[in-house]
């Protein structure tokens, strides 16, 4: 899995980087950080395990295939869509 690496800009208050990292996949899977489940980072990738959905470390914190993601934990959904769509861009101009 190769992944390339992304941190969105922020105004006003600063989110940590990893907070604000995503990456894509050679095949165009984007991965978001786990806390925008709204539960914590490990009981996510306990779910990803079961599900056998692929994980990645970006500075000592999991992130996960956004459509996953959005579809096991609801509260994400929008924030997901959203970096989906940062991506799409992002890929349409490399």
């Known amino acids: 899995m190769k992944l390339e690496w992304f941190v ?10 990893w907070a604000r990292a995503f990456a894509i996949e050679d095949d165009g899977t984007v991965f978001v950080p786990g806390v925008l489940s709204g539960i914590s ?24 295939p956004s459509k996953w993601l ?17 991506a799409s861009e992002l890929m349409q101009t490399t």
């Open 70 to 86: 959005a579809s096991e934990f609801s509260k994400s959904a929008e924030i997901c869509e959203i970096i989906d769509r940062k």
């Open 41 to 64: 980072e490990d009981e996510v990738y306990l779910c990803a395990c079961y599900d056998a959905t692929p994980t990645a470390i970006y500075k000592n914190h999991r992130f996960f």
């Open 8 to 17: 969105m800009e922020q105004e006003g208050r600063k989110l940590p980087e």
